[in-house]
């Protein structure tokens, strides 16, 4: 329906293409890889359409090494990576030499606007990081325990609710959508000291819309529309600009969606401003009101736009909310099949519970957390194990040379320690992949293992993620700024859940699989597509 903006973008794209590979030759045709499938798709449409997150990578993994080539649509040449060494050079050494595609930053720029997400520079990158640095140190998120405590206390009341009409004591809940609801409560507060009541309204306007966004938005795209935002690369981003009035799914999705939180976002924005008690404003410690007081005394030239204010509440609401509640979704998932780890982690918690109480509170602070090791070791594996984001592309700006910690063998057999990349070369780092490198991670890496944390090399091998040396928070100067925040809350909600419920698998064998929502990694029904984005788990009550 949108064939005629195809074909116009898709002849000039394959035009240009045409002259430019005459013109340059691939600086990595020497590196091995599986055939592509197509000369217009190459692998990139195999990648985002496969059954499950990682098992094309893995198998590449396997035949390779931990460095390959694919074939990219137009026919193409890109290099994929789950290497260490090259990983650290691409996101730490030369963060700003590897730029996020046309695309990415397009349909980020849809969905919430000219926030950090698409931000397109290193100027501009730096300027809306250094605005929203101080909310996110590590002594100003302490100060957001005691709501993660007490939204997580109500969670727990709203299960217990769901359990309350069992009569045999336990009951089947999609545990992915009440965690969903509770993360999505918490970025309000904490965020915007906004009150977003999903817990109590699981059916309000900004709950629903966004109920399997992702799901609705990127599973599963038929090959003309893949094709369609591959072009995107290549076009003048007035043209980009026109897109998002295309009215046909899935921009009517991420229309709507954008335009919903404006709607909520203006109206915080009105709220936090007409603050008129200068002693309150001055105490307000939730992320919007420091960082319009930080943007309120920056330079002009460095002051966020309301625009840019607005799409910052979007990413903050989006990111800190659905990747978190996807961790602990997987996680709860693992916890059901491995029943005893569960009680183990059960246990640790009583044991730190006796504490506290013995000194006279009820609460658990981040001191308490930080004792509970089985629940960190059991976050960081399903960080390691589940990476939401499995997978991110970089380009090149110039020609530049990719170290490399594991050598691989040439097509002609030779051993390539480094890979020489011309300016415009699209990579692809598997997050998925790295995760599961038997060098780096132990001879059971395909495995979840929690007490592979207890070994004292794990995450000490080359300086690349942001926590415990996972890629799932990405690394480097673009590296996700609410990694702590997420990690906390994590804590926080876990030890309360596994403290209160017994968390199992469903009666009704159900199969799980690790769906591909582009870059994210979401839990879908095998033979139930219908329930969309679903994570059925059986729950009662821990008996004490």
Not at 83 to 97: R, T, V
Not at 210 to 224: A, C, R, V
Not at 383 to 398: D, E, M, N
Not at 470 to 485: E, N, P
Request: aromatic residues 10%; neutral net charge; contains cysteine.
């Amino acid at each position: 329906m949108f064939n005629p903006i195809l074909a116009a973008s898709v002849t000039l794209a394959v035009v240009l293409l045409a002259l430019y590979r005459v013109v340059r030759r691939s600086t990595i045709r020497h590196i091995r890889g599986p055939p592509p499938p197509s000369l217009l798709f190459g692998h990139e449409e195999a990648i985002i359409t496969q059954d499950e997150v990682g098992d094309l990578e893995f198998k590449y993994l396997r035949e390779y090494g931990p460095t390959w080539k694919l074939g990219g649509n137009f026919g193409t040449d890109v290099l994929m990576t789950a290497d260490p060494k090259a990983m650290q050079h691409i996101y730490h050494k030369s963060g700003y030499n590897y730029l996020k595609r046309a695309s990415q930053n397009q349909v980020g720029t849809l969905l919430s606007g000219p926030g950090i997400v698409a931000a397109p520079t290193q100027e501009s990158h730096q300027r809306h990081r250094k605005s929203m640095n101080p909310a996110f140190s590590l002594t100003h998120l302490r100060t957001f325990v005691p709501v993660f405590r007490r939204l997580s206390n109500k969670l727990a009341d709203k299960l217990k609710e769901e359990l309350s009409n069992s009569s045999t004591g336990e009951t089947d809940v999609m545990v992915n959508k009440w965690l969903s609801r509770a993360t999505l409560d918490i970025i309000g507060e904490t965020a915007f000291d906004f009150q977003y009541d999903a817990l109590d309204n699981g059916n309000s306007r900004i709950s629903r819309a966004y109920e399997n966004l992702f799901k609705d938005i990127s599973y599963k795209p038929s090959g003309l529309f893949s094709l369609f935002v591959s072009v995107w690369d290549y076009l003048p981003q007035p043209l980009l600009d026109s897109f998002r009035c295309i009215p046909l799914h899935p921009f009517t999705r991420i229309r709507q969606m954008h335009d919903l939180y404006l709607e909520y976002g203006k109206q915080i924005l009105r709220e936090q401003r007409a603050t008129t008690d200068v002693e309150k404003m001055a105490r307000s410690k939730d992320v919007m009101s420091l960082l319009i007081r930080a943007n309120g005394s920056a330079d002009a030239k460095t002051r966020l736009s309301d625009a840019e204010l607005l799409a910052e509440m979007f990413t903050l609401t989006l990111a800190g909310h659905e990747t978190t509640s996807s961790t602990l979704t997987f996680l709860l998932y693992e916890l059901s099949r491995h029943p005893e780890y569960q009680d183990r982690m059960r246990e640790e918690i009583r044991e730190v519970r006796a504490q506290v109480t013995a000194r006279g509170d009820n609460d658990f602070t981040i001191e308490d957390m930080d004792k509970l090791t089985l629940t960190m070791h059991a976050i960081k594996e399903t960080l390691r194990f589940h990476a939401i984001v499995s997978a991110l592309p970089r380009i090149a700006s110039k020609d530049d040379v990719i170290p490399l910690q594991y050598p691989v063998v040439s097509e002609t057999g030779e051993t390539v320690t480094e890979v020489p990349v011309r300016a415009g070369q699209v990579i692809y780092t598997s997050f998925a992949a790295y995760h599961r490198l038997t060098d780096i991670w132990g001879a059971d890496a395909n495995e979840w293992n929690p007490d592979r944390w207890f070994r004292p090399d794990m995450g000490k091998q080359t300086s690349v993620g942001v926590f415990s040396n996972l890629m799932t928070f990405s690394a480097g100067v673009r590296a996700c700024i609410g990694w702590r925040f997420s990690v906390i809350e994590m804590q926080t909600i876990l030890y309360d859940l596994v403290e209160k419920f017994r968390f199992s698998l469903p009666a009704e064998n159900m199969v799980i699989k690790r769906a591909p929502a582009g870059l994210i990694m979401i839990p879908i029904v095998v033979g139930k597509e219908e329930l969309n984005v679903a994570m059925p788990l059986r729950l009662s009550l821990v008996q004490y």
